[in-house]
């Protein structure tokens, strides 16, 4: 994919300027590297301390989180009386990971709990009142306290059933509640943990469903008496769910996602190892992406095709051979949904090319009775990904039309739905990924809504893909130095993605060539088109400041999925351009317990 280039603004205001170079000064980095900190909010000493530096300490006091006083209060006073306490989560991975954590932690306190993950396709998204029928005709004791986890803010009629069953309702979410001419309409639950809902003073709104579980967690250890080593034994469930929810990197996700980080590389509890094996990742140098491409889309496979309760099962092993059994299961289940997958984004494809009008259509909306539930989120990401225009994907589920919404940068599918929300029986979500549901007869009539609605929303900018770049810099300038300050960085994600570098002047030298048994990419060599005309080792720099370019030396470039552009790597000559620009991210490549630098190319000309 072409890209339209956004280069850091020039000329950049004097305080801008200013700041950066007297960052650059405060914390010994390049300018390049300042400017990037900058850019990310990081002004000072203090913030680049704590920015490169997390502390557990700089975590926020849970209590400060509206309703968790009460919230505690009455989860003392069920464990204390031997009450039966549900926990309701959710079949994402989000959801399954913070149901494993309340559990085992409730388990630690020896409390009376159970746990039900709802079934997607007879029960559907969040707390239902067809799933609380299940959890009361439970053949034990039916609960007095249900906590749900990573839903239950919009579940206003779920949450008065459950009370005419005799039952309190302590809600854990992350997500926007319905509103009203702006006014948030709550569910009337016995307490509502979630910093978004309109009267919570919490200082910190990005947290993912987990990370307000660990809240919780948090405040019930300080009210039991335990010690803070019984919260951080949870950090990875929260890095594992702010990794796949893909919420903000910044604040407090950021702490949270590097302790987690750091616990599931150096002491994977068993069902993350038996993941991990699955999955065929080296253990011990897990990050966010690993966790997004490799451990999610498995534990996501529960729910999708069947019942995600065999991921907190998973999640809960306590020994190898357990976890090992459940891994194997989910690992039968993620071939079948790329299957699935596969076989619904073809199919899906082949209509949006046969019907799509690009000077018209600014909205994909399709209806197919056939796909399968499970993967139409997934699908709908493809399809976004492939035509760069946001995507409505619907089957249908008990006559209803049902499906998931994804969109492109810069507009808001939810508020979009919303506008069209006389024309859809029920919606939810965020601003880039919402789920709907619409009678089957109306999905004509939604589709002209919501394309006149997008009409008027996305400008032909958003339609034009962008990637955007985050300093400006020398291909000489890199040496080990710049590469260890940039693997500080981590974790990436939203709000702190991997910094992406321009570079011009560039030499390709020695041959490009394409590899890769699939997918073709481009393998090549680059150095500075006009090398630095000295030896920095005669200059007296430290080994750790001599760039990798020195004299004639060259850094190995990847363009992965580029193979098919290996001719413009070349100058009339036949030889390589020495006048390239590229925009590229910078990475370690290990390979036989040897790590080389190495440019990953994203877009060049």
Not at 371 to 389: F, K, M
Request: hydrophobic residues 40%; negative net charge; glycine residues 8%.
């Amino acid at each position: 994919m072409r890209y339209r280039w956004r280069l850091p603004d020039s000329p950049r205001s004097e305080e801008v300027l200013e700041q950066t170079r007297e960052l650059s000064r405060s914390i010994n980095v390049p300018e390049s590297i300042a400017s990037i900190l900058v850019a990310r909010g990081v002004r000072t000493f203090e913030e680049a301390r704590e920015y490169f530096r997390p502390s557990l300490e700089r975590l926020h006091d849970p209590f400060l989180m509206s309703d968790m006083a009460r919230a505690v209060a009455r989860i003392e006073q069920a464990v204390q009386e031997g009450e039966r306490i549900t926990i309701y989560g959710d079949y994402d991975v989000d959801g399954t990971t913070s149901t494993a954590m309340l559990m085992l932690f409730f388990e630690s306190i020896d409390a009376h709990v159970s746990y039900h993950t709802p079934d997607r396709f007879t029960e559907g998204y969040g707390l239902s009142i067809a799933g609380l029928d299940r959890c009361f005709s439970a053949p034990d004791t039916a609960p007095s306290l249900i906590i749900t986890i990573d839903c239950g803010i919009t579940s206003i009629d779920a949450v008065a059933y459950a009370g005419t069953c005799g039952a309190d309702v302590i809600i854990c979410d992350h997500h926007e509640p319905v509103r009203n001419g702006g006014e948030a309409q709550l569910p009337a639950a016995y307490a509502i943990l979630n910093p978004i809902k309109g009267s919570c003073e919490y200082p910190y709104k990005h947290l993912c469903g987990c990370g307000v579980g660990f809240k919780l967690i948090q405040a019930l250890s300080k009210a039991f008496g335990l010690g803070d080593e019984t919260w951080a034994k949870y950090l990875d469930f929260v890095a594992m769910a702010s990794s796949a929810d893909i919420v903000s990197l910044q604040g407090e996700n950021r702490i949270l996602t590097s302790f987690g980080l750091q616990e599931i590389n150096e002491r994977p509890r068993p069902g993350i190892r038996a993941l991990i094996q699955a999955a065929q990742i080296k253990p011990g140098k897990l990050g966010t992406s690993q966790i997004v491409f490799g451990l999610a889309p498995r534990i996501n496979a529960a729910g999708r095709l069947g019942d995600g309760g065999r991921a907190v099962k998973l999640l809960m092993s306590r020994t190898d051979d357990e976890a090992h059994h459940y891994a194997t299961e989910l690992e039968f289940e993620n071939s079948n949904r790329r299957r699935i997958d596969e076989e619904a984004f073809f199919e899906a494809c082949h209509v949006v090319d046969g019907m799509l009008n690009r000077t018209s259509d600014k909205i994909i909306v399709l209806h197919n009775s056939t796909w399968h539930a499970g993967v139409i989120g997934i699908v709908a990401s493809r399809l976004v990904e492939r035509y760069h225009l946001p995507v409505v994907l619907l089957t249908t589920i008990d006559g209803m039309a049902k499906g998931s919404a994804r969109s492109i940068p810069g507009f808001d599918i939810h508020s979009a739905i919303k506008r069209c929300e006389d024309k859809v029986v029920t919606f939810g979500g965020h601003k880039y990924a919402a789920g709907v549901s619409i009678a089957v007869d109306r999905v004509a009539e939604f589709r002209t809504a919501i394309n006149i609605v997008a009409t008027e929303l996305i400008t032909a900018e958003m339609l034009e893909p962008e990637i955007r770049v985050d300093a400006m810099i020398d291909l000489g300038d890199l040496n080990p130095k710049y590469f260890a300050i940039i693997r500080q960085f981590q974790p990436y994600g939203p709000n702190n993605m991997r910094p992406a570098f321009y570079a011009k002047n560039v030499e390709v030298s020695g041959y490009p060539r394409i590899v890769g048994k699939t997918t073709p990419h481009l393998k090549f060599q680059v150095r500075p088109s006009t090398p630095a005309g000295y030896d920095p080792a005669k200059a007296g720099l430290a080994p750790n400041l001599i760039p990798f370019t020195r004299g004639s030396a060259s850094l190995e470039a990847m363009g992965f999925g580029l193979g098919e552009r290996l001719r413009e790597l070349l100058g009339a000559d036949g030889r390589g351009r020495k006048d390239l620009e590229m925009i590229f991210y910078l990475e370690e490549n290990e390979y036989m317990g040897k790590v080389t630098p190495q440019l990953v190319v994203k877009d060049f000309r």
